[in-house]
């Protein structure tokens, strides 16, 4: 864990992690969520401190993302074309999250994740899609205006 920021050209911006919800119990059924599950905030009281400028490469990641059509695409199929573009986002992720005091499931500090996909990796996808929103700034919080000190 690193309490310490990183010193931007741009300043990063500090965003409280309290919305950031894994769905315990989600069920998926031919690619369609068919139960949205029970959110757990797993985050609360934390933070990441992120730089607010997207790179074209982070852009084209997610737009490859968005790209992949889950209809009638075996699922092997659709998790070795969803591979890349994921590895791009982690990549890219772990460029602008420049600090966190984020904890795992079992509540011991997570490294630094800054120059370090392989920590974004270690995160579930409803945590690396709350990343991905909170460097966009359109998490709840930010969209309330809330700021932390």
Not at 43 to 69: K, N
Not at 122 to 141: F, N, P, Y
Request: glycine share 8%; proline share 7%; aromatic share 4%.
């Amino acid at each position: 864990m690193s309490n310490e920021t990183r010193k931007s050209k741009i300043p990063a911006v500090r965003v409280a992690s309290d919305d950031c919800a894994i769905m315990q119990g989600r069920v998926i059924r031919d690619g369609a969520i068919v139960y949205a599950g029970e959110p757990v905030h797993v985050h609360q009281g934390e933070w990441v401190e992120i730089v607010p400028v997207q790179s074209m490469r982070e852009f084209l990641a997610l737009t490859r993302l968005v790209g992949i059509a889950p209809d009638g695409v075996p699922n092997a199929q659709r998790i070795a074309q969803l591979q890349a573009p994921l590895e791009e986002l982690c990549d890219v992720l772990s460029r602008r999250i420049v600090a966190w005091n984020w904890t795992d499931l079992m509540g011991e500090p997570l490294p630094a994740p800054y120059g370090q996909p392989d920590v974004i990796k270690l995160l579930s996808d409803d945590e690396i899609l709350w990343l991905v929103t909170a460097a966009q700034g359109e998490t709840g919080g930010q969209r309330k205006n809330v700021s932390m000190p």
